[in-house]
T-cell receptor
Framework: KAGVTQTPRYLIKTRGQQVTLSCSPI?????VSWYQQTPGQGLQFLFE???????NKGNFPGRFSGRQFSNSRSEMNVSTLELGDSALYLC???????????????FGPGTRLTVL | SQQGEEDPQALSIQEGENATMNCSYK?????LQWYRQNSGRGLVHLIL?????REKHSGRLRVTLDTSKKSSSLLITASRAADTASYFC?????????????FGKGTLLTVNP
């Protein structure tokens, strides 16, 4: 099976712009989670989507939003970019059925966003 | 705030030696997982240990969990240069969602050939 793919891999934007990142999960996986990784804050949970619905949300401002399509692919959008949004954005996919508390998340390679 | 905190922040050893990393967390959990990340890349899942388990093995990896102390350790035996990476523990809060992982800041392991 192909792994989790993320596009683009690298992105440079300027303050005030908006950006959309894409994540394609492993075939058959219905849950997609997004994480932000920075040197200062480490890995922080943004949100999780399952069957096109946001199921869990982290503590990020409303400028960060996401969605999931019927084929489980997910996009994340950040509006009005700030310098502090520079980070590695990682998505992870899993089967998504909560009855299994040991459902493993598989991570993509990430999108490196630089805000100038 | 971070749920898990790894210790040490950085560890440098020689090839063939064992590496031990520790993780402490604050609230009750369902599971604790360990991930590896090579420089600036995605995370690779290593092992999951449930809250009712005390020890788990996978190849050269051994994980222990002490829920009374809210701590876990990851032991890598007979380390190799290819084990050089950052290692993170991740927890999912009991009663919460297992899709909302909370990560520590990681231990940077360097294995010198």
């Amino acid at each position: 099976k192909a792994g989790v793919t993320q596009t683009p891999r690298y992105l440079i934007k300027t303050r005030g712009q908006q950006v959309t990142l894409s994540c394609s999960p492993i075939s058959g996986h219905r849950s997609v989670s997004w994480y932000q990784q920075t040197p200062g804050q480490g890995l922080q949970f943004l949100f999780e989507y399952f069957s096109e619905t946001q199921r869990n949300k982290g503590n990020f401002p409303g400028r960060f939003s996401g969605r999931q399509f019927s084929n489980s692919r997910s996009e994340m959008n950040v509006s009005t970019l700030e310098l502090g949004d520079s980070a590695l954005y990682l998505c992870a996919s899993s089967l998504g059925f909560q009855r299994s508390s040991t459902d493993t998340q598989y991570f993509g390679p990430g999108t490196r966003l630089t805000v100038l | 705030s971070q749920q898990g905190e790894e210790d040490p922040q950085a560890l440098s050893i020689q090839e063939g030696e064992n590496a031990t990393m520790n993780c402490s967390y604050k609230t009750s959990i369902n599971n604790l997982q360990w991930y590896r990340q090579n420089s600036g890349r995605g995370l690779v899942h290593l092992i999951l240990i449930r809250s009712n388990e005390r020890e788990k093995h996978s190849g050269r990896l051994r994980v222990t969990l002490d829920t009374s102390k809210k701590s876990s350790s990851l032991l890598i035996t007979a380390s190799r240069a290819a084990d050089t990476a950052s290692y993170f523990c991740a927890t999912d809060r009991r009663g919460g969602s297992n899709y909302k992982l909370t990560f520590g800041k990681g231990t940077l392991l360097t294995v010198n050939p």
